[in-house]
């Protein structure tokens, strides 16, 4: 089975930090994605990578960054928190596959900033 | 015009009814339709992708796909209980490589015992 893991399932940080959200996937999968998912809202993409060291920014990336130093590994970065960020934080992957690429998603990290 | 459109409901039905869940999309090049499942506080799951017009059945579940039209839908027959979740639309568009979906925002089936 798939697995896309999370670094945390509830977070809880200050205006201002520093914050790292950290995605795992034991696939071997080329394509990474980070959404957040706000009620109303939906599912917005904010940055995707389909290879190590590529990024290429989603629909709603300003504010954030990311890092894929490893496949498997994908960082979401948000270089200063804002309260306007707190947020679900979902990560997905998917497999190069053509047209039939389903994304495969972790369980989502809550992110509270106060 | 958002890229992928859904009614975000609620949509209530009985128990044992068929729910009708329906996907809009603009992009005439789009070339693959997924339905997903997401129960509350949980992540997306994968019920059903399509890539082809007409329907595709997977048990309880069928997926209809019309390109002319440029909807998709989704039909759960003999709606359960267990199957109150928000349903989300998602389509792929060229260049797939990057397996990059667009998402709806969901429409919340509700099924009443």
């Known amino acids: 089975d798939v697995k896309v893991t999370q670094s945390s399932r509830y977070l809880v940080k200050r205006t201002g930090e520093k914050v790292f959200l950290e995605c795992v996937q034991d696939m071997d999968h080329e394509n990474m994605f980070w959404y957040r998912q706000d009620p109303g809202l939906g599912l917005r993409l904010i940055y995707f990578s389909y290879d190590v060291k590529m990024k290429e920014k989603g629909d709603i990336p300003e504010g954030y960054s990311v890092s894929r130093e490893k496949k498997e590994r994908f960082s979401l970065i948000l270089e200063s928190a804002s309260t306007n960020q707190t947020s679900m934080y979902l990560c997905?992957?998917?497999?190069?596959?053509?047209?039939?690429?389903?994304?495969?998603f972790g369980p989502g990290t809550r992110l509270t900033v106060l | 015009q958002k890229e992928v459109e859904q009614n975000s409901g609620p949509l209530s039905v009985p128990e044992g009814a068929i729910a009708s869940l329906n996907c809009t999309y603009s992009?005439?090049?789009?070339?693959?339709f997924f339905w997903y499942r997401q129960y509350s506080g949980k992540s997306p799951e994968l019920i059903m992708f399509i890539y082809s017009n007409g329907d595709k059945e997977d048990g309880r579940f069928t997926a209809q796909l019309n390109k002319a039209s440029q909807y998709v839908s989704l039909l759960i027959r003999d709606s359960q209980p267990s199957d109150s979740a928000t349903y989300l639309c998602a389509v792929m568009n060229p260049p797939s490589n990057t397996g990059k979906l667009i998402f709806g925002q969901g429409t919340t089936l509700q099924v009443k015992p």
């Open positions: 997905a992957s998917s497999p190069i596959a053509g047209k039939y690429n389903e994304q495969f």
């Open positions: 992009d005439r090049g789009s070339q693959s």
